[in-house]
C-alpha cells in the first residue's frame, strides 16, 4: 500500500484532487476528503527564483501534493541581466517569461493575487483578494523590500519617482535607462552601494560597467561614480578593478567607505557623511531586509532583516512548518544572495517537503552551488562560482575547500555561457 | 454538491485516493538531489534548452569521465573545474547514473 502509485491512479487522483480544489475554491463546505486532501497541500508566496522552482519541483518528483503558487504580477521579470537594459543591449522583453507552463505542464495552481498575512498557528495564508489559503507546508520565497527608512529624503513617492533603485527588474530599469539617455554628454551617474549584505553583490558594480560602456560608445566626456558604502568592491573586485582600468580609463570612478546619509531629491545630491555629490543621474541602492509579509509571520531572526533557516530544508527557525527561500534567507557563510542560489535553495527544499509530507527524514548531506555572471562591456563576461556542503557539526552551509573561483578575464564566451545560464535556469523554474 | 457528481468513477477514485498516503515521492532516484545542483544551468532533468550541453540519456561512463577530467583539470573550461572540485568521485558516479537514465527529449 506504501508502493509508488500506478499511472492510471495516479492520473485519476489528480484529478480527483482538482475537482476538490474546484470545489474548495467555490467556497463548499464540510466534504469528508479534504482534511486528507489537506494534508498534501503546500502553498508558496512568491515566483522568482526560489518560488517557482521550488513549486514545480514539487510537482515533478511527487504525486499527491496539491501545489499553489501567489505572484502579484502577471509574468517573471529576471533580475539577472536586467543592468544589460542600461546600455541598451537587452529590452525588459527578453527578461520575461509566462507562468503558464508552471499551471499547464506541472499543475501548479498560479494565483495572481498577494499574501497579506499568515496565521502561522491555524495555518492559513491571507490574500489582498480576501481568498484564504490553508497549508500544510508554507514556502515563504518573497524576496527583498528596499529599506527606505534610513534616507529621509526618499520618504516622498515624487523623489523616489526622481531618484530610482532599478534593483527590482521592471518599470524603474526602463525609467533609469531612459534618465542615462537623456542626460546630456559630461554628466555624471552616481551609483550608491548598501552596506552588504544586499541582493546580488557583483550587480551595483555590473551596473557601473554597463552605464559606463553606453557613455563610452555615446557619451565620451560623461563619468560614473560608484559611491560604496563598503570597504571594498563586494563581489570580483580584481576583476572589476581590472575593467575599470582597462575598459573605461578616467570614465568610472571608485569611492568606497561611502555611506549615504541622506538625499536631495530636488538637486540629486548624494549626502555621504563628510562630502555631498552632485549627479546628473542619482541611482540610490538602498539598504534591504526581507520583505514585509516574512516580518508579519515572525520569521525575521536576526538583525531584524533577514530569516534564519535550517538548511536541511529551509524550514524556519522560528515558525513550524513555514520554509523561507532565496534572498530573505540569513545567508550561511559566503552564500551570496543571488537567483542562482535561490533556485538551489528551492530544490533542496523541495525535496525536504516531499520528504516530510510523506513522514520521512529529509537528506542529511544537502550539497548547492552557485554560478553568478556579470557583464563588463556589450559581449563580455565573467564568472564566480562556489560549491557547498553541509556541515552537521555547525549546522551550516559551508564552501567546499579548493571548490569555486572566478574567471581569469571577462570575454565573449562567456557572456554566451551567461545567455545560456538565463535560458536554462528561467526554464529550469517556469518550464 | 452537482459538482461532485462524477458516478462510479469518481467513488472508485476516491477510494484509492483514501487508500493511500497523501504523498508519493517519484523519480526517488538516489542521484536526483545532487544532480538538481547542475539542472539550473543544464536544464531540469538534463535537458538544456541551448548554450549549454544536455545530460539528459548521455553514457554514464562519459559524464564520469567528464566530471573527473574538470575536476583534474585535465579537460579545459571556463566554470565546470571550479565546479568539479567541490563534489567527490562518489558523487560524481551518483551525478552520472541519473543523467544517464534521463530521456533525452
Redesign the interface.
Known amino acids: 500500500?506504501?508502493r509508488?502509485?500506478r499511472p492510471t491512479?495516479?492520473r485519476?487522483?489528480r484529478?480527483?484532487?482538482r475537482?476538490l480544489g474546484?470545489?474548495a475554491a467555490?467556497g463548499?463546505a464540510g466534504?469528508g476528503?479534504q482534511a486528507?486532501a489537506a494534508?498534501?497541500r503546500v502553498v508558496v508566496i512568491g515566483g522568482g527564483f526560489g518560488g517557482a522552482t521550488a513549486a514545480?519541483?514539487i510537482r515533478?518528483?511527487?504525486?499527491?501534493?496539491e501545489v499553489t503558487l501567489v505572484e502579484r504580477d502577471a509574468e517573471f521579470v529576471s533580475c539577472p541581466l536586467s543592468n544589460r537594459i542600461l546600455a541598451g543591449t537587452t529590452t525588459l522583453a527578453d527578461l520575461t517569461r509566462s507562468y503558464d507552463q508552471l499551471s499547464g505542464r506541472h499543475g501548479v495552481a498560479v494565483l495572481r493575487d498577494e499574501a497579506t498575512d499568515i496565521d502561522v498557528e491555524k495555518q492559513i495564508v491571507t490574500l489582498a483578494s480576501g481568498r484564504k489559503l490553508p497549508y500544510d507546508r508554507l514556502i515563504v520565497s518573497a524576496g527583498l523590500d528596499l529599506d527606505y527608512s534610513g534616507i529621509p529624503g526618499l520618504k516622498s513617492a515624487a523623489a523616489r519617482e526622481r531618484v530610482l533603485h532599478a534593483w527590482k527588474a521592471g518599470p524603474q530599469t526602463v525609467a533609469l535607462r531612459q534618465q542615462i539617455e537623456a542626460m546630456p554628454d559630461g554628466g555624471v551617474f552616481a551609483v550608491t552601494v548598501p552596506v552588504a549584505p544586499y541582493r546580488c553583490p557583483p550587480g551595483p558594480y555590473e551596473r557601473a560597467c554597463q552605464v559606463a560602456w553606453y557613455f563610452k560608445l555615446n557619451k565620451p566626456k560623461s563619468k560614473v561614480l560608484i559611491l560604496d558604502a563598503n570597504q571594498k568592491v563586494a563581489s570580483k573586485g580584481a576583476l572589476f578593478q581590472q575593467a575599470w582600468d582597462e575598459l573605461y580609463p578616467g570614465l568610472v570612478e571608485y569611492v568606497p567607505n561611502s555611506e549615504l546619509a541622506d538625499v536631495d531629491a530636488a538637486s540629486l545630491t548624494a549626502k555621504l557623511l563628510f562630502d555631498d555629490v552632485k549627479a546628473d543621474v542619482l541611482n540610490v541602492i538602498p539598504p534591504m531586509k526581507a520583505a514585509a509579509i516574512a516580518e508579519r509571520a515572525g520569521l525575521i531572526t536576526a538583525n531584524h532583516k533577514w530569516c534564519g533557516v535550517d538548511f536541511l530544508s529551509y524550514e524556519s527557525l522560528a515558525q513550524k512548518n513555514v520554509h523561507v527561500l532565496g534572498d530573505a534567507v540569513l545567508a550561511a557563510p559566503l552564500m551570496p544572495k543571488s537567483g542562482?542560489m535561490a533556485?538551489?535553495h528551492a530544490?533542496?527544499c523541495a525535496?525536504a517537503i516531499?520528504?516530510l509530507?510523506?513522514?520521512d527524514t529529509v537528506?542529511q548531506h544537502?550539497?548547492?552551488?552557485n554560478?553568478c555572471y556579470s557583464f563588463v562591456s556589450g559581449a563580455d563576461a565573467m564568472?564566480i562560482?562556489?560549491?557547498?556542503?553541509y556541515d552537521p557539526e555547525k549546522k551550516t552551509m559551508l564552501?567546499?575547500p579548493?571548490?569555486?573561483?572566478l574567471?581569469v578575464a571577462p570575454n565573449e564566451?562567456?557572456g554566451?555561457?551567461a545567455?545560456?545560464?538565463a535560458?536554462?535556469?528561467w526554464?529550469?523554474m517556469l518550464? | 454538491m452537482t459538482g461532485l457528481c462524477c458516478g462510479r468513477r469518481a467513488a472508485m477514485v476516491a477510494m484509492l485516493w483514501l487508500a493511500v498516503p497523501a504523498a508519493f515521492a517519484v523519480d526517488e532516484h538516489p542521484g536526483r538531489s545532487l544532480a538538481a545542483n547542475c539542472t539550473g544551468c543544464h536544464g531540469t532533468q538534463g535537458r538544456s534548452t541551448g548554450g549549454m550541453p544536455s545530460l539528459a540519456g548521455l553514457d554514464r561512463s562519459y559524464i564520469l569521465n567528464a566530471l573527473e577530467e574538470f575536476k583534474s583539470g585535465a579537460r579545459a573550461a571556463t566554470v565546470m573545474q571550479q565546479h568539479a572540485k567541490g563534489y567527490t568521485e562518489a558523487q560524481f558516479a551518483l551525478m552520472a547514473d541519473y543523467f544517464a537514465a534521463q530521456k533525452a527529449r
Open positions: 500500500m506504501l509508488r502509485e491512479q495516479a485519476g487522483r484529478k480527483f484532487l475537482l474546484g470545489v467555490a463548499a466534504i476528503f486528507q494534508s498534501g514545480k519541483y515533478l518528483w511527487s504525486t499527491g501534493i542562482h533556485n538551489q530544490k533542496v525535496a516531499i520528504a509530507l510523506r513522514g537528506n544537502p550539497m548547492i552551488n554560478t564568472h562560482a562556489s560549491v557547498h556542503r564552501p567546499v579548493d571548490s569555486g573561483g574567471s564566451l562567456e554566451r555561457y545567455e545560456a545560464w535560458r536554462n535556469i526554464a529550469d518550464g
